[in-house]
Nanobody, 124 residues
């Protein structure tokens, strides 16, 4: 079993920035393909960004391209999500997830471990 813990959420005005982090326990983070997802009230959980084991592949949802950046530091066992130019529609609970699969992994069903989530609220 792998435990994921997110941090860095909070309340920010539109146009502001936040950086989320996710740390792992159990196996090292280098063993997994990592992803960020979000879920707003009344909506389904949706893909935000992902990063492969080496960090060389980083797919993004169209809604966040150019604003969000995913990165990882395997030595520190941490994955990050830098969020800039935040919009009210970015308001959601953000979840970190880990997958044992390879290739481009953007579907929730392909992730094996999930964190508890961290709330991000963007005010207008």
């Amino acid at each position: 079993q792998v435990q994921l813990v997110e941090s860095g959420g909070g309340l920010v005005q539109a146009g502001g920035s936040l950086r989320l982090s996710c740390t792992t326990s159990g196996r090292t983070i280098s063993s997994y393909y990592m992803g960020w997802f979000r879920q707003a009230p009344g909506k389904e959980r949706e893909f935000v960004a992902a990063i492969n084991r080496s960090g060389g592949s980083t797919p993004y949802a169209d809604s966040v391209k150019g604003r969000f950046t995913i990165s990882r530091d395997n030595d520190k066992n941490t994955v990050f999500l830098q969020m800039n130019s935040l919009k009210p529609e970015d308001t959601a609970v953000y979840y970190c997830a880990a997958s044992v699969h390879f290739g481009v992994v953007t579907l929730t069903t392909l992730y094996d471990y999930w964190g508890q989530g961290t709330q991000v609220t963007v005010s207008s």
